[in-house]
C-alpha cells in the first residue's frame, strides 16, 4: 500500500488587536507625544500637583509592593510610586513616552506594550502586582473591542490579594456603567467606587470614576 503523503494543515491566523483611540492619534498628528511630554514637564516645573492618583495608590500599599503603572505615558506615577518605596514597572503603547519616562524617572522598569496584549511573564516578569493603576483615561482611550481583553488582561496579573486603582472621566465614549459590567465579567468586584482621587464619593452625578477593584 502507497502511503499517501501528509497533508499540511494551514496555520490559524490570528486576529489583529484593533488599534487604541491614541494610536491612531499620534499616526495622524506625529507630534502630538511630545506635545503632551512638554505639557507634563511644563506644568511639574510650575509646581504642579501631577501625583494625586499616586498618593492614593501608595495609601493602599505597603512598602515594596509589586506596582504596574498600565498606560503609565512619560512616568509621572510610576515615578511617584518608585521614590516611595515600591518596585514598579510602568507599560505604555506609545514608544516616545516610555523613551520620556526613562529620560525623566530613571528607576522603574519601562516597557512598551499594547495592554491588550499584555503578557509580562513572557517579558521575564513573573511576579503578580500587589496594584495595578490605569489613570489618566487610558480606559477611554482603548479600542471598544479590547476594553474587556485589557480588564482581563488585568486580571491574569494581579495576586490573589491584590487590587486595581482604574480611573476615567464621563463623556469619553465609556459609560461607568458599561466600565462595571465589562470589569464584572473580567473577573473584578469593585470594593471602592469614588468620583476623585482625593476619595469623594461616587453618585450618579459624578463626572468621573475612580474604580478600587479586587478579584472575583
Same mark, same amino acid.
Not at 494543515?9 to 507625544?33: F, I
Not at 519616562?101 to 522598569?109: I, K, N, Q, T, Y
Not at 479600542?143 to 490573589?160: D, G, I, K, M, Q
Given at each position: 500500500m502507497t502511503e499517501q503523503p501528509e497533508t499540511e494543515?494551514?496555520?490559524?491566523?490570528?486576529?489583529?488587536?484593533?488599534?487604541?483611540?491614541?494610536?491612531?492619534?499620534?499616526?495622524?498628528?506625529?507630534?502630538?507625544?511630545a506635545a503632551y511630554i512638554q505639557r507634563f514637564r511644563d506644568l511639574a516645573a510650575q509646581g504642579m500637583d501631577l501625583v494625586g492618583e499616586a498618593r492614593l495608590v501608595d495609601a493602599m500599599l505597603r512598602r515594596g509592593s509589586h506596582v504596574l503603572d498600565a498606560g503609565c505615558g512619560p512616568g509621572r506615577i510610576g515615578a511617584f510610586l518608585a521614590e516611595?518605596?515600591?518596585?514598579?514597572? !510602568?507599560?505604555?503603547? *506609545?514608544?516616545? &513616552?516610555?523613551? $520620556? #519616562?526613562?529620560?525623566?524617572?530613571?528607576?522603574?522598569?519601562?516597557?512598551?506594550?499594547?495592554?491588550?496584549?499584555?503578557?509580562?511573564?513572557?517579558?521575564?516578569?513573573?511576579?503578580?502586582?500587589?496594584?495595578?493603576?490605569?489613570?489618566?483615561?487610558?480606559?477611554?482611550?482603548?479600542?471598544?473591542?479590547?476594553?474587556?481583553?485589557?480588564?482581563?488582561?488585568?486580571?491574569?496579573?494581579?495576586?490573589?490579594?491584590?487590587?486595581?486603582?482604574?480611573?476615567?472621566?464621563?463623556?469619553? !465614549?465609556?459609560?461607568? *456603567?458599561?466600565? &462595571?459590567?465589562? $470589569? #464584572?465579567s473580567a473577573g473584578w468586584v469593585p470594593d471602592l467606587l469614588l468620583s476623585t482621587w482625593d476619595l469623594r464619593p461616587f453618585t450618579p452625578e459624578s463626572d468621573f470614576l475612580v474604580a478600587v477593584l479586587r478579584p472575583a
Open positions: 494543515q494551514p496555520e490559524t491566523e490570528q486576529p489583529e488587536t484593533e488599534q487604541s483611540a491614541w494610536v491612531r492619534l499620534t499616526q495622524d498628528d506625529p507630534g502630538h507625544s516611595a518605596g515600591h518596585d514598579v514597572v !510602568g507599560v505604555d503603547v *506609545d514608544p516616545v &513616552l516610555i523613551a $520620556a #519616562a526613562e529620560e525623566d524617572h530613571p528607576g522603574p522598569r519601562w516597557l512598551v506594550g499594547d495592554l491588550a496584549e499584555l503578557d509580562l511573564p513572557g517579558r521575564g516578569i513573573a511576579e503578580p502586582f500587589d496594584v495595578i493603576v490605569c489613570a489618566g483615561n487610558v480606559m477611554t482611550f482603548l479600542a471598544p473591542s479590547t476594553r474587556t481583553a485589557v480588564l482581563r488582561r488585568f486580571r491574569a496579573h494581579v495576586a490573589p490579594d491584590g487590587r486595581a486603582a482604574i480611573g476615567f472621566g464621563a463623556g469619553r !465614549g465609556y459609560a461607568f *456603567d458599561d466600565f &462595571l459590567a465589562d $470589569a #464584572a
